[in-house]
């Protein structure tokens, strides 16, 4: 066959190929000649199909990395202290504008908003920081620790599950305020039954409809791994993901990289799993062969060797009259120097000494440069994973950390609105129907307004200072100027505004009983007080 041009004359080979399917593509990503390419085809998986079959042994070697390798565990670890923290907490903010609009009442005003998120707020606390933790349907944690580990889930395994129990056996006096419990779920649990491929309807063990959007959760009974519960192990339940009225049962959050994606299962490692390992074998390698060369400093080099001298005379008598004379030269000559023994060689014998190889004089430059790897997937700044803030300084500090908070701020939004918003709104709904709550006339029922009525923004661990004076500068700054709040100011220290004020309010008071001049922050603008510094001033010469 004869590929003719424009021309009607058949086109020179170079051109030829240029037409052939693959030879000289437009794009350079889709030669299939090139040396760098020529064996690099990979097929073009669906979303579900990339993942679903591939993920339980993406995560058994994650987890594995993670629980054997301290630079893996350090990333899971700051992210975790910086997206959740402590006290990580929702701060209810009610669409009163919404709800105005939806009623026609006007009485949803933003004073009205202000005591409801103070009312939902302390019932909140008494259920999230129950010391006896019934909150938990396990009653092992606080509802800040359910959401770390639901997080970390997310992190490491690619999704975080949880149950929405209604347990009202454990309400009483002196017991639980509220049925509404936790329950999370270890994500290894969520799978098709029997282990079968996915299908049109079970992808991954999530039911989907014919949009996609999940209406069920295939749920083991049991982890495959517990060898004492075999039986529930092979059985799965189907549970719907909420109630005919909208109240969430099965939460179940994981980051979307694609369209119809149903699954996490690869968590944040997966990109850089390989390179981690390698590294952490070299590691093992460097402090290996150290400990070995910090063991085997010198040895003792005689003149002779055994066998060939043995050999050359035939008889090994003389030579063991000649090892007998070095052993009892040695045996016979300690002279020390306080608790040091100085060594007195038998003649022709010589002390040689091993030179040190390891640690490898480049490995730490490598090292380095390889930690910056995994700082660019993990969005955290290479600082923050390697620990070593020796070589920055406070411009390169603070942009690294504005960088990674950039990253950081978004998986707590994220997380929130996916996992901790839907867990919050289950109890809200309960709290609304237990507890008195300041509600107009005519106001509708929560489940007709679940959205609105459970609106939160979400408040996680302090961002922190590099230069105190500076940042603090820098904040009153754009409050004075308006282009800052002391709301958000405080949010970002994993501050409640309100709860700052209160303070302030009642340390001013109490410096008033006492009797003691009242700071410049504080009496700056109170009629009456006489700041500290003015009381110290001595009086001026007349």
């Known amino acids: 066959m004869r590929i003719i041009g424009l021309d009607g004359q058949p086109l020179r080979p170079n051109k030829a190929?240029?037409?052939?399917?693959?030879?000289?593509?437009?794009?350079?990503a889709a030669d299939i000649y090139g040396e760098s390419v020529a064996a690099w085809r990979p097929y073009l998986y669906s979303p579900d199909g990339e993942i679903n079959q591939y993920r339980d042994r993406i995560v058994a070697r994650v987890r594995d990395l993670v629980r054997n390798d301290g630079w893996a565990s350090g990333v899971v670890t700051r992210i975790l202290d910086n997206a959740i923290g402590g006290h990580y907490r929702?701060?209810?903010?009610?669409?009163?504008?919404?709800?105005?609009?939806?009623?026609?009442?006007?009485?949803?005003?933003?004073?009205?908003?202000?005591?409801?998120?103070?009312?939902?707020e302390a019932h909140y606390r008494s259920w999230a920081y129950d010391?006896?933790?019934?909150?938990?349907?396990?009653?092992?944690?606080?509802?800040?620790?359910?959401?770390?580990?639901?997080?970390?889930?997310?992190?490491?395994?690619?999704?975080?599950?949880?149950?929405?129990?209604?347990?009202?056996?454990?309400?009483?006096?002196?017991?639980?305020?509220?049925?509404?419990?936790?329950?999370?779920?270890?994500?290894?649990?969520l799978s098709n039954p029997q282990q079968r491929f996915d299908q049109e309807s079970s992808r991954g063990g999530v039911q989907v409809d014919k949009f996609g959007a999940a209406y069920a959760y295939w749920i083991r009974r049991a982890h495959q791994g517990d060898w004492w519960a075999a039986a529930d192990s092979v059985r799965w339940d189907s549970i719907p993901r909420e109630t005919d009225w909208g109240r969430?049962?099965?939460?179940?959050?994981?980051?979307?990289?694609?369209?119809?994606?149903?699954?996490?299962?690869?968590?944040?490692?997966a990109p850089i799993l390989q390179r981690m390992k390698m590294l952490a074998k070299m590691d093992t390698v460097e402090l290996n062969s150290a400990v070995i060369n910090s063991i085997f400093g010198a040895y003792l080099e005689s003149p002779f060797d055994h066998q060939l001298v043995e050999q050359a005379i035939g008889d090994s008598t003389d030579l063991g009259a000649y090892q007998d004379a070095r052993a009892s030269f040695h045996q016979d000559r300690k002279t020390m120097i306080g608790e040091s023994r100085v060594p007195i060689l038998f003649p022709?014998?010589?002390?040689?000494?091993?030179?040190?190889?390891?640690?490898?004089?480049?490995?730490?430059?490598?090292?380095?440069?390889?930690?910056?790897?995994v700082s660019a997937q993990t969005g955290l700044s290479a600082q923050q994973v390697s620990q070593d803030w020796s070589d920055t300084n406070y411009s390169s500090a603070r942009g690294a950390l504005l960088e990674a908070f950039k990253t950081l701020k978004r998986r707590q939004t994220d997380f929130s609105h996916g996992f901790a918003q839907p867990?919050?709104?289950?109890?809200?709904?309960?709290?609304?129907?237990?507890?008195?709550?300041?509600?107009?006339?005519g106001a509708p029922p929560f489940e007709e307004?679940?959205?609105?009525?459970?609106?939160?923004?979400?408040?996680?661990?302090?961002?922190?200072?590099?230069?105190?004076?500076?940042?603090?500068?820098?904040?009153?700054?754009?409050?004075?100027?308006?282009?800052?709040?002391?709301?958000?100011?405080?949010?970002?220290?994993?501050?409640?505004?309100?709860?700052?004020?209160?303070?302030?309010?009642?340390?001013?008071?109490?410096?008033?009983?006492?009797?003691?001049?009242?700071?410049?922050?504080?009496?700056?603008?109170?009629?009456?007080?006489?700041?500290?510094?003015?009381v110290t001033k001595k009086p001026e010469a007349t």
């Open 248 to 269: 969430p049962i099965i939460v179940h959050y994981f980051d979307h990289d694609r369209a119809a994606q149903h699954r996490g299962g690869t968590g944040i490692f």
């Open 131 to 189: 010391s006896n933790h019934y909150c938990d349907a396990a009653r092992k944690l606080n509802f800040p620790q359910l959401m770390r580990l639901a997080f970390r889930h997310n992190l490491v395994d690619g999704d975080g599950l949880a149950q929405m129990a209604w347990i009202p056996e454990r309400i009483g006096r002196g017991r639980a305020r509220y049925a509404t419990a936790i329950q999370l779920i270890d994500p290894d649990r």
């Open 348 to 373: 022709g014998e010589k002390i040689n000494t091993v030179k040190a190889e390891r640690p490898n004089a480049n490995f730490a430059s490598f090292e380095k440069v390889f930690l910056r790897n």
């Open 449 to 534: 307004c679940r959205a609105m009525y459970a609106r939160a923004e979400w408040m996680g661990p302090a961002r922190g200072w590099i230069d105190p004076v500076a940042e603090k500068q820098g904040s009153v700054l754009g409050m004075d100027a308006g282009l800052s709040t002391l709301q958000l100011e405080c949010m970002e220290q994993g501050l409640d505004w309100e709860e700052v004020l209160d303070q302030r309010k009642r340390e001013i008071e109490k410096f008033n009983e006492l009797g003691i001049p009242v700071p410049t922050w504080a009496g700056m603008q109170v009629p009456g007080y006489t700041p500290a510094s003015e």
């Open 90 to 120: 929702p701060l209810f903010r009610p669409d009163y504008k919404a709800l105005a609009a939806y009623t026609g009442n006007k009485a949803f005003d933003a004073t009205w908003a202000h005591e409801f998120a103070r009312v939902a």
């Open 17 to 28: 190929k240029a037409l052939a399917p693959g030879g000289n593509a437009p794009y350079d």
């Open 423 to 441: 867990v919050v709104g289950c109890w809200l709904e309960e709290s609304m129907d237990a507890d008195d709550y300041p509600l107009p006339a």
